[in-house]
């Protein structure tokens, strides 16, 4: 089955902590994103890949950083200058061609918590 | 850039009830329009889009939407709602090469 996924489902980090979220997708799809989403809040973008080896940064990059050495990963770390990491954190994927180009396929999520 | 107004931050209702969760699209060009579902700790999942064509969407477990041009508008709607509708529903719009996600309406299908 195609799809995308992300481990671990709940991680767990002491504040100062860097902490690395990986995402792999097999839709052979060109983009990939990270958001972040709060209790009761919509979805933020945090970073995008509309190709390996480019990313750009989203509305809230700060903190974060990414890699797309290879078209089915993305991993998102979480460094230590993110001052509120508690977070629900969700992956997608979209292909890059036409209308449906549009449309994210999403992973299951990291719920990062960090005391 | 694109955008999309949710409505309705919370839609209660009762179980067999209709439901009607409001999207309004930011402009009048030709766009595409997505409904997403979220289950509580999970990832979305699309319910429908409109790319072109009809204006009413069939999507997924039983609802479906209209594109309406003239109002701006992508009002999802259900017939009759069951209790494992309760979710967050998402609308979104391509703006440049990202989806732009409105707030969230939170349905909850009471007994």
């Known amino acids: 089955d195609g799809g995308i996924t992300q481990s671990p489902k709940y991680l767990f980090r002491k504040e100062g902590q860097n902490v690395t979220l990986s995402c792999e997708q097999n839709?052979?799809?060109?983009?990939m994103y990270w958001y972040r989403q709060d209790p009761g809040q919509g979805l933020r973008l945090i970073y995008y890949?509309?190709?390996?080896?480019?990313?750009q940064k989203g509305d809230i990059a700060e903190g974060y950083s990414v890699s797309r050495e290879k078209k089915e990963s993305f991993p998102l770390t979480v460094t230590s200058a993110q001052k509120n990491p508690t977070a629900f954190y969700l992956c997608?994927?979209?292909?890059?061609?036409?209308?449906?180009?549009?449309?994210?396929?999403f992973g299951p999520g990291t719920r990062l918590t960090v005391t | 850039a694109q955008s999309v107004t949710q409505l309705d931050s919370q839609v209660p209702v009762f179980e067999e009830a209709p439901v009607e969760l409001r999207c309004n699209y930011s402009?009048?060009?030709?766009?595409?329009l997505f409904w997403y579902v979220q289950y509580p700790n999970q990832g979305l999942q699309l319910l429908l889009k409109?790319?072109?064509?009809?204006?009413l969407v069939k999507g997924i477990n039983g609802f479906e939407a209209e594109f309406n041009k003239s109002q701006t508008s992508f009002h999802l709607r259900k017939p009759s709602v069951h209790i494992s509708d309760t979710a967050e529903y998402f609308c979104?719009?391509?703006?440049?090469?990202?989806?732009?996600f409105g707030e969230g309406t939170q349905l909850t299908v009471n007994p």
């Open positions: 997608a994927s979209s292909g890059t061609s036409g209308g449906g180009s549009y449309e994210q396929y």
């Open positions: 839709l052979n799809h060109d983009a």
């Open positions: 890949s509309q190709i390996v080896n480019d990313f």
């Open positions: 402009s009048s060009v030709s766009v595409y």
């Open positions: 409109y790319l072109s064509g009809s204006t």
């Open positions: 979104a719009v391509p703006s440049g090469s990202r989806l732009t």
